[in-house]
C-alpha cells in the first residue's frame, strides 16, 4: 500500500490483512515476528525467502492450520480470532491451497480428485461434471480425465493439484513451492497458469524461493528474512 493517504481506508477490503502478527511453534522462538500487510482482491505476488524462513508457516496462518501467539488476522474482512468453527471452515472454502508434492488421492482418478471439493459440498455429480471436464482441458489434463494419478508426469500431477484448488472458485489461491518438483520449462508453465487464474480474478500468493522464476512476472514480493517481512512492490 503506497502511503500518500495514510488516513484514507483502501477502496477495497482487502482478502488477507495481517497487523503485527507473531508465531511460534510450542515453547521455541518466534518463527515470524512483526508480520504487518495485506493482499488485494484479484492481486498477483509471490512469497520468497530462503528454506526455512517461513513461507510454509505464513501459508498456514492464512489457511488457519497455525494460529498466531500474538496480533490479529482477518480474512475477507473477518477477524478470525473470535470465529467458530463452523465460520473458519466457511472461510477456508474460499481459499484454494496447491502444495509442492501435488497430494493427490492414489485411488481416484484425475477427474475425481479435482471434482472432490465439490462433491464435499453436497453436489451430485451430474451438476458438475461438465464444469470439471472444462477446467481439465483448460489445463491441458483433458484426454488424462480418467487416469490415475500414478500414471501422470509432475507437470500432469501438478496441473490436476490446481485445478482441484480452483474447481469451488476460490477468492484466494496460495500455493507453497508449487513447481518445486517440476522441471523449469513446466514451471514456466505452471506459472502462466496461476498468472491467467489470477486475471480471471482470483487473488494469488505464490511461495517460491526460485529467482529465476520471480523474474518470469513483474509481480510483488513478499519477502521473508530473520523471521520478518519486508515488501518489494
Ligand atoms: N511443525 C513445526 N514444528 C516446529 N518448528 C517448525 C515446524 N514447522 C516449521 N518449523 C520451523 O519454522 C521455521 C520456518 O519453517 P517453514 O515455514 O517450513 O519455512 P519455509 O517454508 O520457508 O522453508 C523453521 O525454522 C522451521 O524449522
Ligand atoms: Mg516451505
Do not use: C
Not at 484426454?143 to 500414471?151: E, G, S, T
Amino acid at each position: 500500500m503506497k502511503a500518500d493517504h495514510p488516513q484514507s481506508p483502501p477502496p477495497w477490503r482487502p482478502v488477507v490483512q495481517f497487523e503485527s502478527v507473531g508465531v511460534r511453534y510450542g515453547t521455541g522462538p518466534e518463527v515470524l515476528r512483526d508480520l504487518t500487510f495485506s493482499i488485494a482482491p484479484r492481486s498477483f505476488q509471490f512469497l520468497t525467502g530462503p528454506s526455512g524462513a517461513g513461507k510454509s508457516t505464513l501459508i498456514r496462518l492464512i489457511l488457519l492450520a497455525v494460529r498466531p501467539s500474538r496480533g490479529l488476522i482477518s480474512l475477507f474482512g473477518e477477524d478470525v480470532a473470535g470465529l467458530s468453527g463452523e465460520a473458519l471452515t466457511r472461510l477456508r472454502r474460499r481459499m484454494g491451497i496447491v502444495f509442492q508434492d501435488f497430494r493427490l488421492l492414489g485411488h481416484l482418478t484425475t477427474f475425481e480428485n479435482v471434482a472432490l471439493p465439490l462433491r464435499v459440498q453436497g453436489r451430485e455429480e451430474a451438476s458438475y461434471r461438465g464444469e470439471v471436464a472444462e477446467l481439465l482441458r483448460w489445463v491441458g489434463l483433458g484426454d488424462r480425465m480418467h487416469a490415475l494419478p500414478a500414471v501422470l508426469s509432475g507437470g500432469e500431477k501438478q496441473r490436476a493439484a490446481i485445478a482441484r484448488a480452483v474447481i469451488a472458485r476460490p477468492e484466494l489461491l496460495l500455493a507453497d513451492e508449487p513447481t518445486g518438483n517440476v522441471d523449469p520449462s513446466l514451471a514456466r508453465r505452471l506459472l502462466r497458469l496461476f498468472v491467467e487464474l489470477n486475471r480471471l480474478g482470483t487473488s494469488v500468493l505464490l511461495a517460491t524461493h526460485d529467482l529465476a522464476l520471480m523474474d518470469q512476472v513483474d509481480a510483488r514480493r513478499l519477502v521473508l528474512g530473520d523471521g520478518r517481512l519486508h515488501i518489494d512492490e
